[in-house]
Protein backbone atom coordinates (compact mmCIF):
# COMPACT_ATOMS: atom_id res chain seq x y z
CA UNK A 1 0.00 0.00 0.00
CA UNK A 2 0.88 3.75 -0.39
CA UNK A 3 2.33 5.70 2.31
CA UNK A 4 1.32 8.77 3.37
CA UNK A 5 4.10 10.60 1.67
CA UNK A 6 2.84 8.76 -1.74
CA UNK A 7 -0.35 9.72 -0.63
CA UNK A 8 0.67 13.12 -0.45
CA UNK A 9 2.27 12.89 -3.32
CA UNK A 10 -0.38 11.73 -5.92
CA UNK A 11 -2.84 14.31 -4.16
CA UNK A 12 -0.35 17.11 -5.25
CA UNK A 13 0.22 15.85 -8.41
CA UNK A 14 -3.26 15.82 -9.00
CA UNK A 15 -3.89 19.23 -8.07
CA UNK A 16 -1.30 20.64 -10.22
CA UNK A 17 -2.74 18.87 -13.28
CA UNK A 18 -6.07 20.37 -12.68
CA UNK A 19 -4.49 24.40 -13.20
CA UNK A 20 -3.13 23.28 -16.84
CA UNK A 21 -4.70 24.68 -19.81
CA UNK A 22 -4.88 21.42 -21.39
CA UNK A 23 -4.17 17.71 -21.95
CA UNK A 24 -0.94 17.96 -23.12
CA UNK A 25 -0.08 20.27 -20.40
CA UNK A 26 -1.31 18.09 -17.60
CA UNK A 27 0.77 14.89 -19.10
CA UNK A 28 3.83 17.44 -19.20
CA UNK A 29 3.16 18.32 -15.38
CA UNK A 30 2.59 14.50 -14.85
CA UNK A 31 5.81 13.27 -16.59
CA UNK A 32 8.21 15.95 -14.90
CA UNK A 33 6.55 15.14 -11.21
CA UNK A 34 7.02 11.28 -11.75
CA UNK A 35 10.15 11.52 -12.73
CA UNK A 36 11.32 13.76 -10.20
CA UNK A 37 9.76 11.82 -7.35
CA UNK A 38 11.04 8.36 -8.79
CA UNK A 39 14.89 8.97 -9.92
CA UNK A 40 15.96 6.77 -12.55
CA UNK A 41 13.10 6.40 -14.39
CA UNK A 42 11.88 7.55 -17.85
CA UNK A 43 8.66 8.15 -18.56
CA UNK A 44 6.46 9.48 -21.75
CA UNK A 45 2.78 9.49 -23.24
CA UNK A 46 1.49 8.54 -26.76
CA UNK A 47 -1.50 8.40 -28.41
CA UNK A 48 -2.97 5.84 -30.25
CA UNK A 49 -3.45 7.34 -34.29
CA UNK A 50 -4.70 4.83 -36.43
CA UNK A 51 -1.89 2.07 -35.53
CA UNK A 52 0.86 3.67 -34.60
CA UNK A 53 1.37 5.53 -31.04
CA UNK A 54 2.25 9.35 -31.11
CA UNK A 55 4.58 10.80 -28.85
CA UNK A 56 2.78 13.56 -26.82
CA UNK A 57 5.12 14.26 -23.94
CA UNK A 58 7.72 12.77 -21.65
CA UNK A 59 10.42 13.06 -18.84
CA UNK A 60 13.65 11.48 -17.54
CA UNK A 61 17.09 10.44 -18.48
CA UNK A 62 17.50 8.40 -21.57
CA UNK A 63 18.26 4.75 -20.69
CA UNK A 64 19.26 1.65 -22.72
CA UNK A 65 16.46 -0.77 -21.35
CA UNK A 66 13.53 -1.83 -22.87
CA UNK A 67 10.72 0.24 -21.90
CA UNK A 68 7.26 -1.11 -20.44
CA UNK A 69 3.84 -0.30 -22.17
CA UNK A 70 0.66 0.36 -20.09
CA UNK A 71 -2.30 1.02 -22.04
CA UNK A 72 -4.11 3.92 -20.17
CA UNK A 73 -7.63 3.49 -22.44
CA UNK A 74 -8.32 2.85 -26.56
CA UNK A 75 -6.47 6.09 -27.29
CA UNK A 76 -3.38 6.72 -24.63
CA UNK A 77 -0.60 4.86 -23.46
CA UNK A 78 2.59 5.15 -20.70
CA UNK A 79 6.08 4.34 -21.25
CA UNK A 80 8.62 3.42 -18.30
CA UNK A 81 11.60 2.81 -19.03
CA UNK A 82 13.11 2.01 -15.00
CA UNK A 83 16.56 1.45 -14.25
CA UNK A 84 16.12 0.63 -10.27
CA UNK A 85 13.90 -1.62 -10.81
CA UNK A 86 10.38 -0.38 -9.02
CA UNK A 87 8.44 -2.31 -7.00
CA UNK A 88 5.42 -3.52 -8.97
CA UNK A 89 3.20 -1.96 -6.71
CA UNK A 90 4.76 1.72 -7.47
CA UNK A 91 4.18 1.01 -11.08
CA UNK A 92 0.54 0.78 -10.56
CA UNK A 93 0.48 3.60 -8.54
CA UNK A 94 1.71 5.27 -11.49
CA UNK A 95 -0.17 3.92 -13.88
CA UNK A 96 -3.26 4.20 -12.25
CA UNK A 97 -2.45 8.10 -11.32
CA UNK A 98 -1.98 8.58 -15.35
CA UNK A 99 -5.62 6.62 -15.72
CA UNK A 100 -7.10 9.13 -13.60
CA UNK A 101 -5.91 12.39 -15.57
CA UNK A 102 -7.02 10.64 -18.84
CA UNK A 103 -10.05 10.13 -17.50
CA UNK A 104 -10.99 13.74 -16.94
Same mark, same amino acid.
Given at each position: MCNKKCSNWKNNIIEKTKSAANLNDSLRLMADEISSYYPGIKI? *??? =?S? =??? /? *? #????? =???? #? /?? =???RLNNNYAVF #?????SLKEEDKNSIVNICRMLIAK
Open positions: W *FTE =KG =KRE /S *F #IVGAG =KEQY #I /SP =KKY #IQDAN
